[in-house]
């Protein structure tokens, strides 16, 4: 009787296995259809440049120099963090005035 037991949920197992591999490529089959649907969509966007080539060509050292010259201005300090309720010092400031320098500035409080 327990062979019996064992021998049906085999064959439920397999049954079920079954399904999963028939849904697995039913599922990718699909994703094979999107993927060749939005890459036909794209292709005017895209004009010559295809696949895994950049759209324009990009100098590595350029975008290096910008990334440093802007993290002085756009990133806290290394060990900063809001939490410890010390201001950013100056060099790491955002470049942009944040929302306590415009509420103490002149102009808004000429608007209360």
Do not use: N
């Amino acid at each position: 009787a327990q062979q019996r037991k064992i021998i049906e949920t085999c064959e439920a197992i397999d049954r079920t296995d079954g399904q999963i591999l028939a849904l697995s490529q039913v599922l990718r089959d699909a994703q094979d259809s999107v993927e060749q649907v939005v890459f036909q969509a794209a292709k005017p966007l895209l004009g010559k440049a295809t696949g895994k080539h950049p759209l324009r060509p990009v100098d590595s050292q350029a975008v290096l120099k910008l990334a440093h010259r802007l993290s002085f201005s756009t990133a806290a300090p290394p060990g900063w963090h809001f939490s410890h309720g010390v201001e950013i010092p100056f060099p790491y400031k955002p470049p942009a005035p944040q929302e306590e320098v415009i509420r103490s500035g002149h102009l808004f409080k000429k608007l209360d």
